[in-house]
């Protein structure tokens, strides 16, 4: 590297975006997250590794700035990589060491990185920039930019877009637009084009009406609905809450997926209407849930009920095409064990269980002709190979197979058109999920009647050090202490239908307990009696836990 970009890293550095926080920060599957008063120098360095990053792939990259569903005083970043992936994981511990050395080390890592991967310093490679509405985001988006432009690559800013339009961008701009224009016009026109191709004319059917509550966590998400309700009109009636102008104070407060899917409670603002149909993202916009009121019971829809609804209706209009194509879904452990009994066993669709993680959850799904992921936190999508397209265009585009084969063809061409394959977009899944009730002309209640969730029960134990705890099978499985997993089947044994396993926190000293069994009672005291066992095996602190 030129001794005149080191002099501009170093001065952008010292006199504009010193380190400030002695305590070392990971990049983690969010990538970087904290008060976002402490990472003006971190986001100024993600700018420096991303034009490394882009030099290396030769490739358009990307840096979202947004805390997802966290408080609005916090902030984060992430790269996206160009196919509009998540950061490739052995670049995980490079943007970890850029985070944490001292500004007088920064030109030795970034020559400890070029020399790594040969890494080309003359291309003025692209750095799609995009950030959330949180009052902190603008500052942090310069900070980004002088980190971009000091290593003399080329920032491109979308200004406030979701997360999952952040990631389509990258993969439209590296894809040659074959995924779609790097536009947000672009992408209403992908997602909405594709819609009403599936909707046609007629907006009801059966007991499905096209009505919506809408709550868009005071996020980018109440934001950018808008452009849909408007491109839309009558075909989906969309009724917006939770829609508060940037620098209100109300992000993610006590609404949106994340506050619903925990507190198992309506958001503020949302009215409470019997049998309606109602559905919460997040912050940034890539997590969904839907959930209905009925009797003054709260019922939750959440990621394990949209990957059971979609797998099924792909494998019906799949079954059609008479083409053999693999589907495949894709859960993590704490996914319900009544939908992971109802897909293997009722479906009759593959089953696989990966670490927690969408990074984990995505890389898996790969696997398959079509992967369907989720997380119960209402995070995830479908991914098509290039086998199942081409088999689709090349089934719906001959004139020489029976009509209902091709109709159901260019049925699955638009749903990929209607899916953001990137990553999880609640705004792409929630029209994904409209579309399917639509096609089935069920209400949410049919949709719940699908199958019966076993009761379910979440602890945290707070240990000494999370670090003697570790997992294997895809965290089912304790491996130490050693003495822990034979006196979880023991008492897992007890129970009708139990199921319990544990994890430690990837940030702080807790370890999690995930417990279910056929009776509330019955998981609430699975879930009590394995986190004393790890309160007592595994360095707990405080008093053991109780119901």
Not at 78 to 90: C, F, I, N, R, T
Not at 352 to 361: D, I, Q, R
């Amino acid at each position: 590297m030129a001794n005149s970009s080191y002099r501009t890293v170093y001065a952008f550095a010292r006199e504009m975006h010193p380190k400030t926080v002695k305590e070392d920060i990971l990049y983690g599957t969010a990538g970087f997250r904290a008060k976002a008063s402490t990472l003006g120098y971190v986001m100024y360095r993600m700018g420096l590794l991303a034009v490394l990053r882009a030099r290396y792939k030769r490739a358009a990259i990307g840096v979202m700035i947004t805390a997802s569903h966290n408080p609005e005083p916090d902030n984060g970043v992430k790269l996206v990589d160009p196919m509009g992936e998540m950061l490739e994981q052995s670049w995980e511990k490079w943007a970890t060491k850029f985070a944490n050395v001292g500004d007088d080390q920064l030109e030795e890592t970034i020559n400890e990185i070029i020399k790594e991967y040969d890494i080309p310093m003359t291309d003025r490679v692209e750095i799609v920039v995009g950030k959330d509405t949180r009052p902190s985001s603008p500052s942090l988006s310069k900070s980004v930019m002088d980190g971009v432009l000091a290593l003399s690559g080329k920032p491109v800013d979308y200004g406030i877009v979701t997360t999952p339009q952040l990631h389509y961008f990258v993969a439209c701009k590296n894809t040659k637009r074959v995924y779609g224009e790097p536009t947000e016009e672009g992408y209403y026109a992908k997602l909405t084009g594709a819609f009403k191709k599936l909707r046609g004319e007629t907006y009801t059917n059966g007991k499905y009406r096209n009505r919506l509550l809408y709550d868009g966590a005071n996020g980018v998400g109440a934001k950018k609905i808008k452009y849909f309700q408007e491109l839309l009109g009558n075909r989906l009636k969309i009724e917006m809450f939770n829609d508060a102008i940037i620098g209100s104070g109300k992000l993610n407060h006590l609404c949106g997926a994340d506050h619903v899917k925990s507190q198992q409670k309506f958001p503020t603002g949302v009215p409470v209407e019997s049998g309606v149909r109602c559905c919460s993202v997040d912050g940034d916009a890539d997590r969904l849930i839907y959930y209905y009121m009925e009797e003054n019971n709260f019922h939750l829809m959440d990621g394990d009920r949209m990957a059971t609804l979609i797998a099924s209706y792909l494998k019906e209009v799949l079954e059609k095409t008479g083409i053999e194509l693999d589907l495949g879904l894709v859960q993590t452990a704490y996914a319900n064990g009544a939908s992971t009994d109802y897909i293997a066993k009722k479906l009759r669709v593959p089953v696989a269980c990966v670490s927690t993680g969408v990074k984990h959850l995505h890389h898996k799904a790969l696997d398959y002709d079509i992967g369907v992921y989720f997380e119960a936190n209402g995070h995830g999508t479908v991914v098509f190979s290039k086998n199942a397209k081409d088999k689709l265009k090349e089934t719906a585009n001959d004139s020489s197979v029976a009509g209902e084969r091709r109709t159901a063809a260019e049925t699955l061409l638009n749903l990929i058109d209607l899916i953001n394959e990137t990553v999880g977009d609640a705004i792409s899944d929630m029209l994904l999920i409209e579309t399917i009730l639509h096609a089935k002309g069920w209400d949410i209640q049919e949709w719940e009647r699908a199958y019966t969730d076993l009761p379910n029960r979440l602890m945290k134990v707070t240990v000494e050090d999370r670090t003697v705890i570790t997992t294997t099978d895809a965290e089912r499985r304790c491996v130490t202490p050693e003495s822990l997993q034979p006196e979880i089947d023991a008492l897992v044994a007890k129970y009708k239908r139990g199921r319990s396993f544990v994890r430690a926190s990837g940030t702080e000293d807790i370890v999690r307990v995930y417990a279910e069994a056929s009776t509330r009672e019955e998981a609430d005291q699975l879930a009590v009696e394995v986190a004393k066992k790890v309160h007592e095996l595994a360095g707990g602190t405080g008093n053991p836990p109780e119901i």
